[in-house]
């Protein structure tokens, strides 16, 4: 009876040490699956961006961008857009260093701008919604405490609407903090 009661014993420690091993409590302390970010230099153009990253594994995340666009003084032509994005990271701690990224958006855009001849008056056409396709590269420095510092630009281009604005192009840049969790 004392046999088997060790055994069980053993095998339960076992068990429970694969088991932590497993939900990611073993002793990295940069390895957090989610992370939620701010962009702070986004109302200098009268917007907020918000992201949101789930990590696969040690290189590599899927993410989801918000932008949204509350003083359309500071930001002309752009309204909002929804970016989804994969990111590939070469760093040595997990998740973090330097990145790739390309990401799919769909953004909302303020229509072609045609002037009158005396340059005084001017028509705009509706908002276009368009989807474009890019890439980016970026760095994230990640602390043991789990907050995050990250740089980043990416260019892409419309693919549908382009010639109903005024460009072609997409970018998003920001430097961001936030929290891995």
């Not at 429970?16 to 302390?29: L, T, W």
């Not at 390895?31 to 986004?42: D, G, M, T, V």
């Not at 740089?151 to 840049?173: C, E, Q, S």
Request: proline share 2%.
């Amino acid at each position: 009876m004392k046999k088997n009661f060790l055994l069980l014993i053993i095998l339960f420690a076992f068990y429970s040490v694969k088991a932590q091993n497993e939900n990611g409590n073993d002793a990295n302390p940069y390895q957090k699956n989610n992370e939620i970010r701010l962009n702070l230099i986004a109302p200098l153009a009268g917007a907020v961006e918000v992201n949101f990253e789930r990590y696969l594994n040690k290189n590599s995340s899927l993410g989801i961008s918000a932008f949204f666009v509350y003083d359309n003084t500071e930001n002309e032509d752009l309204n909002y857009y929804i970016s989804p994005y994969y990111r590939y990271y070469f760093g040595k701690k997990y998740a973090s260093g330097f990145f790739v990224e390309g990401f799919g958006m769909f953004t909302s855009i303020d229509g072609k701008k045609i002037y009158s001849a005396d340059q005084l008056t001017f028509t705009e056409n509706k908002d276009v919604y368009d989807a474009a396709l890019g890439a980016g590269l970026g760095y994230k420095l990640v602390t043991k405490k789990g907050f995050v510092f990250e740089a980043h630009a990416a260019y892409g281009r419309l693919l549908f609407n382009a010639d109903k604005t005024d460009h072609d192009i997409v970018a998003k840049y920001g430097l961001s903090m936030g929290y891995r969790f």
